[in-house]
């Protein structure tokens, strides 16, 4: 039997998400019964958020029940009569090849850095090596889209700025991983936004991967933030893999291609609000470590999370309150940038954010002069 191609599209999505939430829900537990008899605990210091150990390794199971789902929903697809229905792959499996492999790379690494520990600099060496991956599977930032007066780049410019971005991107989510569900919750803000705008493209097999790692994201989410006394973080492992997904969505989103869209008007500026708050949030973090003669790369408590934190508030109302402006960002420039210039809206958004971090700065002054 024939059905429509959306009642089709729905039910794959449906299946994706069911069998990814469901393969995490088995998982985790293990992975926190293993983790307590290993003793593999992420361990508070001054620096970090938590006052006890805490399992640290649910990231790992992130990479395997992608490629489970991913794989499982392909089979379904293609033994029915309705595949032809939707556009289901691309035009070639580079790019997806170039995913496997850039996340297999940073998946290994954190599985060693959350276990026995890796130096900063031989994780930069792999992500670099991720990033060149993702660029050699055809993906990179072409056209700027007139964002600050820049179209049409030069392939070679396109590919080195890429590379840097993804590397960025992949940092400023295990960056913002500082406080319960922080850094899932802004993942899940920007895939459920990547989903929408793929699907709306046409474009389904990006929409199947950001549906599965929403399901992978829902029940970490849980014990993550709910389940105090089997509470797991996702450790360098989830916050890795997390990122480099989402800077293969956000440069696959924008990359300038023959695919029509006439609603589409800035797709550089789109993929840019999906992870405005951990992106900025990092550049302004780095910003300010080198502007006082220290490495970009030294942890401290600059991140809006600690200023959120310091001002008294729970973690839990830290993660609302930040992925709940997260939300409004998505909204208000998928919105506005249909009938604004671009570099309105970034004027708009920088405005807003620098008047969010001065605003929390007065604040906290505030509160150390009245103690």
């Known amino acids: 039997m024939i059905i429509s191609t959306h009642t089709f599209s729905a039910i794959i999505l449906l299946v994706a998400l069911f069998i990814a939430a469901t393969a995490e829900s088995m998982i985790i537990p293990r992975i926190i019964y293993i983790s307590k008899r290993k003793k593999l605990y992420d361990i508070p210091d001054a620096r970090k958020s938590h006052v006890s150990p805490v399992p640290r390794l649910a990231g790992i199971s992130f990479f395997p029940i992608m490629l489970f789902a ?4 392909t089979l379904i697809a293609s033994t029915s009569n309705n595949l032809e229905n939707i556009h289901f792959y691309e035009p070639t499996l580079i790019r997806l090849a170039a995913l496997i492999s850039g996340c297999l790379l940073l998946w290994g690494i954190g599985v060693r850095d959350d276990t026995v520990g890796v130096r900063y600099k031989n994780k930069m060496v792999v992500q ?14 072409n056209n700027f889209n007139g964002l600050f007066g820049i179209w049409t780049i030069p392939e070679w410019a396109g590919i080195l700025f890429t590379i ?34 793929f699907l709306e493209r046409g474009m389904f097999f990006y929409t199947l991967i950001c549906t599965i790692m929403l399901g992978i994201l829902i029940p970490f989410f849980y014990f993550n933030v709910f389940k105090t006394n089997r509470k797991i973080f996702m450790g360098d492992t989830g916050s890795l893999t997390l990122g480099y997904l989402l800077a293969f969505l956000g440069v696959r989103y924008a990359m300038d291609t023959d695919i029509e869209y006439e609603q589409l008007t800035s797709p550089v500026m789109i993929s840019l609000s999906a992870m405005f708050i951990p992106l900025f949030d990092a550049l302004r973090v780095m910003l300010e470590r080198m502007s006082k003669g220290k490495s970009p790369f030294q942890a401290d408590r600059r991140h809006i999370h600690h200023k959120l934190l310091d001002l008294g508030f729970s973690h839990r109302k830290v993660m609302v309150n930040i992925v709940i402006w997260a939300e409004i960002l998505v909204i208000l420039n998928t919105n506005i940038v249909k009938f604004l210039n671009i570099n309105a809206v970034f004027v708009i958004d920088m405005i807003l954010w620098i008047g969010l971090i001065q605003t929390l700065n007065y604040l906290k ?5 009245n103690n």
């Open 70 to 73: 991913i794989s499982i929903c």
């Open 164 to 197: 840097g971005l993804v590397m960025f991107i992949t940092n400023a989510i295990n960056l913002i991983d500082g406080t319960d569900g922080l850094a899932s919750g802004l993942s899940g803000v920007a895939l459920v936004a990547f989903g929408y705008l």
């Open 128 to 141: 670099l090596l991720s990033a060149m991956i993702m660029v050699s599977g055809n993906l990179y930032i």
């Open 365 to 369: 002054q505030k509160k150390y002069k």
